[in-house]
């Protein structure tokens, strides 16, 4: 054992030489861009969130609120778009708020409480919450996506 402890010593005093030439001239490790980093998970894989899309994240959320007056059981004025989520990309019709698509219309008009009627205060029962909002917000950021 001590032989061993003997060697390894010698190893290491050996490779401090003074001579500069004698030192290797690479000696960096190849690390990780830290902004690269950020963005993969432990096995090296996307690991920024999914975009959101409507049959998976955003339609649940409005059939629970919103399927009472926007879905084919209480369609009115023809804004049925948990039937044709089509319908929430386009231009509204009408001024009736400053956003430039229905679905972002309908986003304002929750923050406002003027949708559903009557309002709701998000985070309370039967209406959205901060993460849905955020999650219908970025849905429609990333085009709406089906």
Not at 49 to 56: A, E, K, L, R, V
Not at 79 to 97: E, G, I, R, W
């Amino acid at each position: 054992m001590r032989l061993i402890a003997a060697l390894a010593l010698l190893t290491l005093l050996s490779a401090c030489d003074d001579d500069p030439a004698a030192a290797p001239t690479d000696v960096s490790v190849d690390a990780p861009d830290t902004a690269d980093a950020a963005e993969l998970d432990e096995t090296g894989d996307d690991a920024s969130p999914p975009q959101p899309t409507w049959t998976d994240d955003v339609m649940p959320i409005f059939e629970r609120v919103c399927a009472g007056c926007h879905g084919s059981a209480g369609c009115i004025a023809g804004a049925c778009f948990l039937d044709d989520p089509s319908v929430l990309d386009q231009t509204p019709a009408s001024t009736l708020c400053d956003a430039t698509t229905i679905g972002g219309c309908l986003l304002e008009s929750v923050h406002e409480g003027t949708m559903p009627p009557g309002g709701c205060t998000i985070g309370e029962f039967d209406c959205l919450d901060e993460a849905e909002v955020s999650l219908v917000e970025a849905w429609l950021a990333a085009g709406a996506p089906k």
